[in-house]
């Protein structure tokens, strides 16, 4: 883990080291399989497998535990994250060959093109656009994080947005939010207010269902009772609610996979890739011969 110097890890009673213990080995099993998890996420799955009760006490010693065990190197600081404070860096590239190897990795053409659906992803948290985005980069999908509801001016910008791809296709939001009051009301919203400014299209709830919510049994919060939302809500599924944080990450990234293909004609896809393919080949031999004549260029 480079140079970092570490405290001393703190001396525990038998239950909190083996706390310690259980929380090390869920972030080192999700670091594995190339996941990285925010704290909320890490406190979900701990309640999940009735390793802590699920309380603030509890939230808040997860945090401090965490915290503690990054500042001693008992848990890598790359396998967390904190997806609202993230610096803005500003680019910078060694050469011509240097900035061709980003234009390789970041260009894409429409691999929509042709299709007869157009397709978004929105979730309700940012803490889980690290779990969705590698599947929406792979099949060139917009992900949208709206935090709730969402501004008037987000609204206006993803209709006209919409509406540009709207002319021949239809077009579908898959959404990703919580079961309670306001994550059970977002789909009305959202579609109301689209359809507002215009927009023909239909929000479809992937994540979090009730199906869902009795396959995996996440654990229950209380509904909240001061959402203006909640009596509607609770005469229809009683006084639970339930996190999208406490499904797993594989089962997220499922989910979003399946739900895109569905809608997605794998033919038409695969022969965009193609040409992508031929035209950063092309564009990796430019590369590679302007370097040679410009070797003063070159870092």
Request: aromatic share 8%; net charge negative.
């Amino acid at each position: 883990m480079g140079t970092e110097q570490y405290r001393e890890p703190k001396k525990l009673n038998s239950a909190n080291q083996r706390l310690l213990d259980q929380i090390i080995g869920v972030v080192e099993d999700y670091g594995q399989q190339g996941y990285k998890l925010t704290l909320r996420q890490l406190y979900y799955q701990l309640v999940s497998q009735d390793i802590i009760p699920n309380t603030m006490l509890s939230y808040k010693k997860i945090g401090k535990m965490l915290a503690d065990a990054r500042m001693c190197g008992q848990v890598d600081w790359n396998i967390i994250e904190d997806r609202v404070r993230v610096p803005k860096i500003p680019s910078s590239w060694d050469g011509i060959q240097d900035i061709v190897k980003s234009a390789l990795y970041s260009y894409r053409r429409n691999r929509w093109q042709g299709q007869d659906n157009y397709v978004e992803v929105w979730v309700e948290k940012d803490a889980l656009s690290g779990v969705l985005l590698p599947i929406t980069q792979e099949y060139h999908v917009h992900l949208m994080v709206n935090k709730g509801y969402s501004s008037v001016s987000a609204m206006h910008d993803a209709a006209l947005r919409i509406m540009d791809e709207q002319d021949d296709k239809s077009c579908t939001i898959l959404y990703f939010g919580d079961h309670d009051p306001s994550g059970e009301d977002m789909v009305r919203d959202i579609k109301d207010r689209l359809t507002e400014f215009g927009c023909d299209i239909e929000v479809e709830k992937v994540a979090l269902t009730m199906a869902q919510i009795q396959r995996y049994n996440p654990p229950p919060n209380p509904v909240k009772m001061t959402d203006s939302r909640a009596g509607r809500y609770t005469d229809r599924h009683g006084d639970e609610s339930w996190e999208l944080d406490a499904l797993k990450p594989q089962v997220l990234k499922n989910l979003v996979t399946s739900n895109i293909q569905n809608l997605l004609d794998m033919d038409k896809f695969q022969d965009i890739v193609e040409r992508e393919n031929a035209e950063k080949r092309a564009l990796e031999k430019f590369a590679k011969d302007y370097a040679k004549k410009h070797p003063e260029n070159e870092d």
